[in-house]
């Protein structure tokens, strides 16, 4: 069975850092690209960042792009978002999916606050 | 990117059939027969329900059903249940190579 497990989420400072891990069990890691995606408070889904099987491509969502770092450990299965100068704005549940098209199995999501 | 323009919300009766509409452009749902469609229950993981406009993964139901036409894609449940009554967001992918979401539809089973 897929298993996806995010953690790492937490309440931060405008401007500060956070790392957010996706540990993934049950499928060949390493044959699939990982995605991120969020959900703001009240608001649909966004697409974040997605990342190759092999670390060869990423790519990101104009939105994030320049402060959010997106890399993977296929020897740990385990995908990371890097997030630096957070902004009141990327507050929002970050949910690790593993394939890019489509989105086939998600995890339950961590939670990032943005806030003073 | 602007998000795909879904109805913020649709309901139903037990039984009855819905529809909810996902609009984008020619450089997302019109470009490619890659819509995908996802169930949510607050607090759970999003579970993906229909992709590629109309192939549903193993173990959904029958009665969640995707199709196409223009640049508006559509997802139909028949025979709707209690248990139906989620968000429902639509993706489709773009001239870009990146995926893009639709606003979310909350469907009510009245």
């Known amino acids: 069975e897929v298993q996806l497990l995010e953690s790492g989420g937490g309440l931060v400072q405008p401007g500060g850092s956070l790392r957010l891990s996706c540990a993934a069990s049950?499928?060949?890691?390493?044959?699939?690209?990982m995605s991120w995606v969020r959900q703001a408070p009240g608001k649909g889904l966004e697409w974040v960042s997605t990342?190759?099987?092999?670390?060869?491509?990423?790519w990101y969502a104009d939105s994030v792009k320049g402060r959010f770092t997106v890399s993977r450990d296929n020897a740990k299965t385990t995908v990371y978002m890097q997030m630096n100068s957070l902004r009141a704005e990327d507050t929002a549940v970050y949910y690790c999916?593993?394939?890019?098209?489509?989105?086939?199995?998600w995890g339950q999501g961590t939670l990032v606050i943005v806030s003073s | 990117q602007s998000a795909l323009t879904q109805p913020a919300s649709v309901s139903g009766s037990p039984g009855q059939s819905i529809a909810i509409s996902c609009t984008g452009t020619?450089?997302?749902?019109?470009?490619?027969?890659?819509v995908s469609w996802y169930q949510h229950h607050p607090g759970k993981a999003p579970k993906l329900i229909i992709y590629?406009?109309?192939d549903r993964p193993s173990g959904v139901s029958n009665r969640f059903s995707g199709s196409k036409s223009g640049n508006t894609a559509s997802l139909t449940i028949s025979g709707l249940q209690a248990e139906d009554e989620a968000d429902y967001h639509c993706c489709s992918y773009t001239l870009s190579n990146t995926p893009l979401f639709g606003t979310g539809t909350k469907v009510t089973v009245l």
């Open positions: 999916a593993k394939d890019r098209n489509p989105l086939t199995t």
């Open positions: 049950g499928f060949t890691f390493s044959g699939h690209d």
């Open positions: 990342i190759s099987g092999r670390a060869d491509s990423t």
């Open positions: 590629y406009v109309t």
């Open positions: 020619s450089s997302d749902v019109g470009a490619y027969d890659y």
